[in-house]
């Protein structure tokens, strides 16, 4: 979800890199709003571009296109390209005699798997945040359930793990009168994305609230949207059926968006 979070607002605003390369302070702001203060972003920043959902031009990142198809993929599908891309840096399974079995070595053995390259123990340092934040390492250095089995290369037997794990995904919400809407449980991506070009999330928790307003009609409007696609999206997705309010709100931010004309002299 977090990840999620980065790459739609990198669709809005490329991520500005210091000369460095380092993530500048205005931007860890921007992004640490989006995803919320008890994650860390760097490891996310590092698996997005990884796993190739994030490219860098110049001094920015900024979405692929297999990021943005990756925003519509299902939960598991999401987590295993991210899961695949990041394993293929590890030492491998028995490398310099630490580890046996298949798939990579032991994550304490990493800081040590290549004594020749200085820099390697701060990269192993890092990598090993990476796996902590996506839930391939447990803090102590643990593999969970679905570790074990992306080690045995079997992704069904790793998509019906973690999916056993994961909150269940919904696909409907409750449009309130005030405006808002909130989602029951984590809404499936696909939706999610398109909910969130229509309305602003004001809350980072698995119900989650999002507010309509006329600048977020607006700018879905101003991205091809209607009045009349916007309402059969919401109606589809809606379990408190469509109210008036919302059906006002769209309608007059339509009647105000088509009504703007720009000339020049």
Known sequence: GAMSDILLSALENPIALLGTGLLGATD???????????????????????AGLLL????????????????????????MRVARAF?????????????TGVGWTPAPTWPTAYPADASWPNRA???????VAWGLLAADGSEPPWTLALRDGDDDAVAATLAAALPGEVDRIYLQNDLTAISPGPLRPALERR???LARRESH?????????DSTIGGALGHGETAETILAFLG????????????????SSADRHGSIRVTGE
Do not use: C, K, M
């Open 28 to 50: 860890r702001r921007r992004l640490t709003d989006e995803i919320g203060e008890h994650l860390e972003i760097d490891p996310l920043l590092a698996l997005a571009e990884t």
């Open 56 to 79: 860098r031009d110049g001094r920015t990142l900024v979405p692929s296109l297999e990021g943005e198809i990756w925003l519509g993929d299902e939960t598991p599908a999401r987590w």
């Open 87 to 99: 394993v293929r840096q590890l030492p491998p399974a028995g490398f310099s005699g630490s580890g």
């Open 125 to 131: 340092g890092a990598l090993r945040a990476q796996g």
């Open 195 to 197: 909910l969130r070009t």
């Open 205 to 213: 928790a698995q119900a989650s609230t999002f507010r309509f307003n």
């Open 236 to 251: 589809e997705l809606s379990l408190t059926g469509l109210p008036q309010p919302r059906e006002y709100l769209v309608r």
